[in-house]
Nanobody, 125 residues
């Protein structure tokens, strides 16, 4: 009953910018936490950034001062603004959230932490 879709990836030259979106849909009551991870080619998944419901943001050292994460807005969409991109930022980026939603099935509020399929970012040198 909750779906998450990332978008906004693409091919960009080094030094360029992209904004990734993370859209959560369903009977959403609240999106309380948003995190971004990435999986570079041939490497394990790594943390990029997260933000709490009180707007406290944390960043990996490799992206701090270049990336900005924002929490979910009224349309339940969160963003990752990526500036001054480098070739080493090339990866598939995944969004992960903490969502409180209303379940029509059992008529109760439930908590879930969905992941999206990811959006690919390629930075050329």
């Amino acid at each position: 009953q909750v779906q998450l879709v990332e978008s906004g990836g693409g091919l960009v030259q080094a030094g360029g910018s992209l904004r990734l979106s993370c859209k959560v849909s369903g009977n959403i009551f609240a999106v309380t936490f948003v995190a971004w991870y990435r999986r570079p080619p041939g490497k394990p998944r790594e943390f990029v950034a997260n933000i709490t419901a009180t707007a406290v943001a944390n960043y990996a050292d490799s992206v701090r001062s270049r990336f900005v994460i924002t929490g979910a807005n009224a349309e339940n969409t969160a963003y990752l603004q990526m500036n001054n991109l480098k070739p080493e930022d090339t990866a598939v980026y995944h969004c992960n959230t903490a969502v409180l939603y209303y379940s029509d099935y059992d008529r109760n509020y439930r908590f879930v932490e969905p992941w999206g399929q990811g959006t690919a970012v390629t930075v050329s040198s």
